[in-house]
């Protein structure tokens, strides 16, 4: 785009700090994003300690790590369109500062009902925040350190979603200061002080400038439509599927086709959408945006199951568990940086040969489950995991810079944001599909074969959704974009 029609406004550093600036942006919207990516999962191992200390139900159990994927995933759309509106630095320390003042409040809940309006307000936060890691990235980097910074993302999103179980268990364990589980909230607080006042003198500011106002009536169809679809999603599986939850499934996609209505017809009148159509229409971005919401699907199927599948069916112990958790994130982090090496010059080839080594890594996994069963040995039931991170580090690392690469710069925050709601969207599909695929045939409580057996089931649907993927990456660009 040349500098005449250029109309996003991007501050950028001097040239001789250009280098320095752009690598402290980086390490900042990373930090970010992995205080994200660890709080969504973080509380898991924490929830038992923390329905002893706060004495909450069953139902409030549920509703803690709920309340977080809720709110976040209903406001992506609305946070990526903020930051293209008022300005993708402003959004982002807003919504880092509000994160950090609400992981406070959850550290110092005494009751579950302060605790979940907590978790609701740091996914509301996060929804702010996060889409402004990826709009950051894409109007800060080009090409070769474009492509490097996108798999580090990758990286970051591998990692945190591993790692968060197990880093909750370390610290409630630890019961530092006395705390119990109260410092997997707390540990936010000096990481968003400094993630605020770095972010404060290093993010450049960019903005839409061709945006006009918000769209009130986007936002809350939106809004309605993603909430009666995770809802259901989230809840319906512990609740042996009622009749309403398809009913709110079939309403959902109703008032989301109605969004889509109203946001051509506001385009049509000359008006600023709350998502701009036109990504939709693009080859790379649609097929980006489809193969990343299957990647949420068998992230969230196939790493649910897994967990069960070693703690349930083969009887290790949480601290056991952790090193094959910290398999996959090596994996995850190898594959990463593979990519970003690799993905300006092979592009699609890049996740589409991760894809094809998450299959071949399930369909080996799938002999060796049906082969051992429950005396499959532990070394045995982890070393695949160090494939299978790999292939998924090349996945989120090459999706999403293909996918994103040819967005125009004014259209970054609203790409991220649904580039963010499909990874959300797809991961509620994948957790409440492992009820017909898992939980059928190994009850909850379920304890060795039957859980090993389910699990054997399931590999198949991963690796048949992993195909899937991989058909769709044909629609990413042969070529990354250079500029």
Not at 15 to 35: G, Q, Y
Not at 312 to 321: A, E, H, K, Q
Not at 433 to 445: E, I, N
Request: net charge positive.
């Amino acid at each position: 785009m040349s500098s005449d029609t250029q109309t996003t406004t991007t501050v950028r550093p001097r040239p001789a700090a250009s280098a320095r600036a752009a690598t402290i942006t980086l390490i900042v919207v990373l930090v970010a994003e992995l205080m994200n990516a660890l709080d969504g999962s973080i509380v898991y191992t924490a929830l038992p300690s923390i329905q002893g200390d706060t004495g909450a139900s069953s139902a409030a159990v549920q509703w803690i790590p709920a309340a977080y994927t809720l709110s976040f995933a209903l406001a992506l759309i609305t946070g990526g369109r903020l930051g293209d509106l008022y300005g993708r630095k402003r959004i982002f320390l807003a919504g880092t500062g509000v994160f950090t003042l609400a992981s406070l409040l959850c550290g110092i809940a005494t009751g579950p009902e302060l605790l979940i309006a907590a978790r609701a307000l740091q996914g509301a936060a996060a929804a702010a925040m996060v889409p402004q890691v990826l709009a950051t990235i894409h109007v800060t980097f080009d090409g070769q350190s474009r492509a490097k910074a996108f798999g580090l993302y990758g990286m970051i999103m591998s990692l945190g979603g591993v790692v968060g179980p197990v880093l909750g268990a370390a610290l409630t364990s630890a019961d530092l200061f006395d705390l119990g589980w109260r410092p997997i909230f707390l540990i936010n607080l000096p990481i968003g002080l400094a993630t605020v006042l770095l972010g404060l003198r290093f993010i450049p500011e960019s903005r839409d400038e061709q945006a006009r106002r918000l769209d009130p009536l986007g936002m809350a169809l939106s809004a309605a439509g993603l909430l009666l679809i995770v809802y259901p999603l989230t809840v319906g599986g512990e609740r042996r599927w009622p009749a309403w939850s398809f009913g709110m499934l079939a309403a959902g996609l109703l008032v989301l086709a109605a969004f889509v209505v109203q946001q051509r017809a506001r385009t049509a009148k000359g008006g600023s959408p709350l998502v701009a159509l036109s990504l939709l229409r693009g080859r790379a971005f649609g097929g980006g945006l489809a193969a990343q919401l299957v990647f949420g699907l068998v992230s969230g199927m196939f790493l649910l199951t897994w967990t069960l599948f070693m703690q349930d069916g083969l009887g290790l112990s949480p601290g056991r568990f952790a090193p094959a958790s910290i398999a996959v994130s090596i994996g995850g982090m190898a594959g990463a940086m593979l990519a970003s090496k690799w993905v300006t010059d092979h592009a699609r080839r890049v996740p589409q040969a991760g894809a094809l080594l998450v299959a071949l890594t399930l369909a080996g996994y799938h002999l060796l489950v049906t082969g051992q069963g429950t005396a499959l040995p532990f070394a045995a039931a982890v070393a695949p995991m160090i494939l299978f991170g790999a292939g998924f580090g090349m996945i989120g690392a090459g999706l999403a810079g293909l996918a994103l690469g040819q967005v125009e710069p004014e259209n970054a925050g609203s790409a991220s944001g649904l580039f963010n709601t499909a990874m959300q969207l797809g991961t509620a599909v994948g957790i409440a599909l492992a009820s017909v695929t898992f939980f059928v045939h190994a009850p909850a409580g379920s304890h060795g074969t039957p859980v090993t057996g389910a699990f054997a089931g399931t590999i198949w649907y991963v690796a048949g959704a992993v195909i899937v993927m991989w058909a769709l990456m044909f629609l990413l660009p042969r070529r990354a974009s250079r500029v």
